[in-house]
């Protein structure tokens, strides 16, 4: 496993949203990169209370929140005698990329902005700089939080990257490695969830879907042809079955291996992944002919 992965792995994470949905999706994909330890906080004021009780080592919150919003959140952390750790990390989730905002998250003392929709790749990258570049931390009268200039790569000749500019992992074997490790782990996140699952439970179908599009995200960055075409199987099938009670979990967990044999595909011939995502196929087809499915399942 890699120095990323095991340092996010023993992290404590809060996650500040007002939005359920959001903080299920990153408390999964942090299941996923092997952090276990996350709590979640339905807007600023209620993250400011619970930071008197947990000692989180990196935050996540969103912009836009009431009655306490991501600024005054940070602000909070930042320069309240009360705040448990002024250097904690902090990671700002956003809608907006104008360049307002990003100086402000900037003044404000935020780490790192994360646009919205949430990417798997970009959650890593966006961790692999508050864990693994750490800027210095900036005590001054009229700021407090990491230093807001970002050091110039001698080596680098191009453009000087901007605040706003993704904080993309160095070494492509590196961001390999990090890919399928991640991969692996959210299968194994995933597998738990179907292992738990109830046919006709909206809320953990929900949780289901959005655990499946977080991988096929990540899936995709990583550029791994085939275990995208196997979660595209799965979230095909699924979709298709909805909350009818029909599905069939054998399915789910059929997919889930396949998908974890897929996540290195140097270990996987070209010939044996396409009769994988065949059987796959023609696996969901029967299902769906048994029980009289119409849905109309997609294929890549």
Same mark, same amino acid.
């Given at each position: 496993?890699?120095?990323?992965?095991?340092?996010?792995?023993?992290?404590?994470?809060?996650? @500040?949203?007002?939005?359920?949905?959001?903080?299920?999706?990153?408390?999964?994909?942090?299941?996923?990169?092997?952090?276990?330890?996350?709590?979640?906080?339905?807007?600023?004021?209620?993250?400011?209370?619970?930071?008197?009780?947990?000692?989180?080592?990196?935050?996540?919150?969103? /912009? &836009?929140? +009431?009655?306490? &919003?991501?600024? =005054?959140?940070?602000?909070?952390?930042?320069?309240?005698?009360?705040?448990?750790?002024? +250097?904690?990390?902090?990671?700002? /989730?956003?809608?907006?990329?104008?360049?307002? #905002?990003?100086?402000?998250?900037?003044?404000?003392? @935020?780490?790192?902005?994360? $646009?919205?929709?949430? @990417?798997?790749?970009?959650? /890593?990258?966006?961790?692999?700089?508050?864990?693994? =570049?750490?800027?210095?931390?900036?005590?001054?009268?009229?700021?407090?939080?990491?230093?807001?200039?970002?050091?110039?790569?001698?080596?680098?000749?191009?453009?000087?990257?901007?605040?706003?500019?993704?904080?993309?992992?160095?070494?492509?074997?590196?961001?390999?490695?990090?890919?399928?490790?991640?991969?692996?782990?959210?299968?194994?996140?995933?597998?738990?969830?179907?292992?738990?699952?109830?046919?006709?439970?909206?809320?953990?179908?929900?949780?289901?879907?959005?655990?499946?599009?977080?991988?096929?995200?990540?899936? $995709?960055?990583?550029?791994?042809?085939?275990?995208?075409?196997? $979660?595209?199987?799965?979230?095909?099938?699924?979709?298709?079955?909805?909350?009818?009670?029909?599905?069939?979990?054998?399915?789910?967990? =059929?997919?889930?291996?396949?998908?974890?044999?897929?996540?290195?595909?140097?270990?996987?011939? =070209?010939?044996?992944?396409?009769?994988? $995502?065949?059987?796959?196929?023609?696996?969901?087809?029967?299902?769906?002919?048994?029980?009289?499915?119409?849905?109309?399942?997609? #294929?890549?």
């Amino acid at each position: 496993m890699s120095q990323l992965i095991e340092k996010i792995a023993k992290c404590t994470f809060l996650i @500040v949203d007002d939005q359920d949905f959001l903080c299920s999706v990153l408390a999964d994909l942090m299941r996923g990169f092997g952090a276990y330890d996350s709590h979640s906080a339905k807007n600023g004021a209620h993250a400011i209370e619970m930071l008197g009780s947990i000692k989180p080592d990196i935050i996540f919150t969103d /912009l &836009n929140m +009431e009655p306490v &919003n991501g600024f =005054e959140l940070t602000q909070w952390v930042r320069r309240s005698p009360k705040s448990p750790n002024q +250097e904690v990390p902090i990671i700002m /989730l956003t809608g907006s990329s104008d360049l307002e #905002t990003i100086h402000t998250a900037r003044d404000y003392g @935020v780490s790192e902005l994360l $646009i919205k929709p949430v @990417v798997p790749k970009q959650v /890593l990258s966006r961790l692999h700089a508050v864990l693994e =570049e750490p800027r210095k931390f900036i005590r001054s009268k009229n700021y407090v939080g990491p230093d807001r200039r970002r050091n110039r790569d001698k080596k680098y000749d191009g453009p000087f990257r901007r605040a706003c500019d993704p904080m993309q992992i160095k070494s492509t074997t590196e961001a390999a490695k990090n890919a399928e490790h991640a991969i692996r782990a959210l299968v194994y996140s995933l597998v738990q969830i179907v292992a738990k699952l109830s046919p006709k439970d909206h809320k953990n179908h929900s949780q289901l879907l959005g655990s499946i599009s977080a991988l096929k995200h990540l899936a $995709i960055e990583s550029d791994n042809a085939p275990v995208a075409k196997a $979660i595209w199987s799965m979230e095909s099938y699924v979709n298709a079955m909805g909350t009818s009670g029909h599905l069939n979990i054998a399915l789910l967990q =059929e997919h889930l291996k396949c998908i974890a044999l897929l996540s290195d595909p140097a270990k996987v011939p =070209e010939e044996k992944s396409k009769n994988m $995502i065949q059987n796959l196929t023609r696996s969901v087809a029967k299902n769906l002919a048994q029980i009289g499915g119409k849905a109309r399942v997609r #294929t890549r």
